[in-house]
Every structure is written in structure tokens, then in C-alpha cells.
């Protein structure tokens, strides 16, 4: 009689248990206790979609942390956690420093703080605690602005000689810095990081030429005036070559396409094929600069290319604050339909993380002063603005004109060159950094 007893007993233990396993429809009730995902979000429902978070499962190391580091000075002592778990009877936040806890649900936005250990404990559907998982959640936020502009003087002076006129273009994985002197012969000086620089003899270049219009277009260095063309693969030696029309200099490559300017005309030079043939004689729009531009080809977000031609001086020496931008070099646009920034010529302009960039320059007065000499456009020459104050210069880069932009090929390093001031020419060498793409780096 006892051992039938003992013999009921013992099936109505496992009966229980294995009620427990079933739902009231005969399903069986997952033991999986596994977090699957998990965001943040303010108070206010703002939500961190740059940051990814990982959910490590292994056993005794469960935990839940930040791969990207939450955005500068974000608050972390009242975030709204969203937690996603395959199947959950329920789900625990414990504050250690507080031993608050908290029963999560989605429907609620009770804000958690995590400046201390915070615990997520979720028991599993079958309400079997013994696989329950508790997570522990680490969070990093970053220190420092990553939107933050380092600029870094590399080099106080490349060259010792009078010079008359300087061009700098990122190419064949460098900067070449291409100086005319004050006997009209052109050399070239070469680096990798701007700091160390070497001295180079140029073979079969036309030291006559304007240097300011040497392009590059794909693997190559064009420079053209008249009817002749040069061309050079290291920027070192160069190969003249004959071509079918004058053209004053280069304006720009666009698309494995050189565009020319000749009079008050604009050439196009197609560099896939052997011959060189300038074709098309499109009208240049009135009131275009003719000397003293800032020229940059820029890649929009949607990926599209346009050339920006920023101020300057027209055909009658009236001081331009226009920004003409073509994809094609057939229709043009000036963006500037009102006064954005102050007349100005001798600009540089480059594209830097999705902004055009607008350094340097001098009008009637002179030198732009301190106020005005630095201008940015986030919409790619729509509207311009003063820099963020976390994009500031500082002082010892004084206003200067004529100086020389360029950015290497993987657009995280800025480099400036050069330039002249009222002393002459500057002959240094800065970069700039945004700071996320100097960690970037680092990893």
C-alpha cells in the first residue's frame, strides 16, 4: 500500500512539471530565455541608430553591450530600454547600485539608469527559473566630440626658394606640390603625411604654363594651353602632345572627360580615346569667372559628381560670389541666387564628409579677415554658413589666399598647403581631421 503510494505521488510530481511545459492548447512552452535584441531610446522616444548592440549568450559571460560607443555627451542615467526576446514569461531590470527592480514591459517607458551596473534577468516562457538568464548590460559612450576638427601643423616650411605659384594635387598616394619659382622653372616636392617632404626634377613639362590648371583625371596629370597637351602617369616626367584647338587652360575632368576653357567657351576632351580632340564650343554663362576660381568636383550622397566653380573674377574684373555647378558641363546653374558670402577670389574649395569646404581668399581690401575667411555648405553650394564651432581653425593658420586644398583618396585627412599672406608666400603644410575618422584609424 505505501509503495503505491510513493508510486502516485511520484506521477502526480511529473504531471505537474509537465503541465507546466504545456499551455492550456497542448503546446509545449519554450525553455529559451535567450535576449535576441536590444536598442535604447530617450524619454522623448529618440532612438541611437548609429549604435549597434551585441547579446552575448555564453554561459556565466551573458551580457549585452555597445560594439559603437554612444554619441558625445549622451545622458545615460535615464534611457528607455527596448528588449526582444524569442519567447519570455518575464523579464527583470535590476539597478545594482539602487537594487531597484524593475518588471519590463514594451508598453512601458519607465526610464532605467545606466551610469551604474544594470542586470536584465528574463525567465523563460515555461516559467522554468533554473534557465533563467540574467544579462549583465554595458554601455560606452564617447569621451570626446567625434565630430571634433583636429588640425595639426605637419610642416612650418616645404621649400626654401621664391616662388610665384604653387598647385597641390592627391595623387599616386601622395601630395605633390608642384612650384613655380621666381626663374620660371617648375619642381616638385612629394609626400606622404606632409610632414617629410622630397624634392623631384620635372622632365618635359612646360614651364610657361599656369600651373593653377594642372588636373587630374583618373591615373593621370593633364596640363593643356594652346594647342598642346601634357599628360604625365607620376606627375615626374611628362609627354607633350598635339591637339586640334587653342584652349586657354583646364577648368576640370568630369566623368574621364576634361573640360577647356577658350575664350568664352567651354571645351570637352575625351581622354579614352588615343587622339587629342577638343569638341563642343559650349557658351560659358555670363558674368563666369575667368581668373581667380576656386574649382572643385565633388560626389554627391546619391553619388552623381558635379563641378563647383567659386568665385573669382569675371571678363570685366567685377569680384565674383557666385557658385556655378554643372554635372555635365553642358547646363550650368549658379547657386548663389543671393549674397551668401562676400565677394572674393583666390579661394580654395574642396569636399570634406559631405560638406564643401570654402577656405582662404582675398577681395579689393586684401587678405579676408578672420571673421569671413572660412565658409561651409552642408547642401553642396545651396546655402553656406559659418563652420560649427567644433570645425574652428586655429589662429596660427592665419588668413591667406591662393592656399592649396586636397584630401586623400580614402577622404578622412584634409591637407592644406601653402598659400600667401601681405609677408609673401606661407610654404607650410596643415591637416585636418574630423576625429571619428581619426579613430577610425587607430582600429
Known amino acids: 500500500m505505501l509503495k503505491n503510494k510513493i508510486l502516485f505521488t511520484a506521477l502526480i510530481a511529473v504531471s505537474v512539471v509537465f503541465s507546466a511545459c504545456i499551455n492550456t492548447d497542448g503546446v509545449e512552452l519554450s525553455s529559451n530565455a535567450n535576449v535576441i535584441s536590444f536598442s535604447l531610446k530617450t524619454g522623448t522616444s529618440a532612438t541611437f541608430p548609429s549604435t549597434t548592440f551585441k547579446i552575448d549568450t555564453t554561459k556565466n559571460n551573458e551580457s549585452i553591450y555597445s560594439v559603437d560607443s554612444l554619441p558625445y555627451l549622451t545622458r545615460i542615467d535615464s534611457l528607455v530600454p527596448v528588449i526582444g526576446t524569442s519567447s519570455a514569461s518575464e ?38 527559473r533554473k534557465k533563467a538568464k540574467t544579462f549583465k548590460v554595458v554601455l560606452k559612450v564617447h569621451q570626446a566630440d567625434p565630430n571634433l576638427y583636429v588640425w595639426t601643423p605637419q610642416k612650418s616650411e616645404i621649400y626654401s626658394e621664391n616662388s610665384i605659384a604653387e598647385k597641390m594635387i592627391f595623387f599616386n598616394n601622395g601630395l605633390n606640390l608642384f612650384v613655380k619659382n621666381s626663374s620660371n622653372v617648375v619642381k616638385l616636392y612629394t ?136 554635372e555635365n558641363g553642358v547646363h550650368w546653374a549658379n547657386l548663389a541666387s543671393k549674397n551668401l558670402f562676400s565677394v572674393r577670389q583666390d579661394v580654395a574649395v574642396m569636399q570634406y564628409d559631405n560638406l564643401l569646404l570654402l577656405f582662404g581668399g582675398r577681395d579689393n581690401s586684401g587678405v579676408l579677415g578672420l571673421s569671413d575667411y572660412f565658409v561651409i555648405s552642408p547642401d553642396y553650394g545651396v546655402s553656406w554658413r559659418t563652420p560649427y564651432d567644433n570645425m574652428a581653425m586655429p589662429l596660427d593658420l592665419m588668413p591667406r589666399f591662393a592656399c592649396q586644398f586636397a584630401v586623400n583618396d580614402n577622404k578622412t585627412i584634409i591637407y592644406l598647403v601653402g598659400g600667401q599672406n601681405d609677408s609673401g608666400f606661407v610654404k607650410d603644410a596643415w591637416t585636418g581631421v574630423r576625429n571619428e575618422h581619426l579613430w577610425e584609424n587607430a582600429e
Not at 537594487?99 to 522554468?128: G, R
Not at 601634357?230 to 573640360?259: M, P, Q, R
Not at 563642343?280 to 576656386?294: I, T
Open 191 to 326: 609626400s606622404e603625411n606632409g610632414k617629410n617632404w622630397s624634392e623631384k626634377t620635372l622632365t618635359g613639362f612646360p614651364n610657361d604654363f599656369d600651373i593653377k590648371y594642372i588636373t587630374k583625371n583618373a591615373d593621370k596629370l593633364y596640363i593643356a594651353e594652346n594647342k598642346k597637351v601634357y599628360v604625365s602617369s607620376d606627375g615626374i616626367s611628362w609627354t607633350e602632345h598635339s591637339a586640334n584647338k587653342d584652349a586657354n587652360h583646364i577648368l576640370f575632368a568630369l566623368n574621364n572627360t576634361i573640360f577647356g576653357v577658350s575664350g568664352n567657351t567651354l571645351l570637352m576632351l575625351d581622354t579614352t580615346q588615343t587622339e587629342f580632340l577638343w569638341s563642343r564650343d559650349l557658351d560659358l554663362p555670363l558674368k563666369f569667372p575667368v581668373e581667380g576660381e576656386g574649382i572643385c568636383v565633388a560626389t554627391a550622397t546619391a553619388g552623381n559628381e558635379r563641378a563647383y566653380i567659386i568665385g573669382g573674377k569675371d571678363v570685366d574684373g567685377n569680384l565674383l560670389n557666385s557658385v556655378w555647378s554643372t
Open 91 to 128: 523579464i527583470k531590470i535590476i539597478v545594482l547600485a539602487t537594487a531597484d527592480t524593475l518588471t519590463y514591459s514594451s508598453t512601458k517607458t519607465d526610464t532605467i539608469d545606466f551610469s551604474d551596473t544594470v542586470k536584465i534577468t528574463v525567465v523563460p516562457q515555461n516559467k522554468d
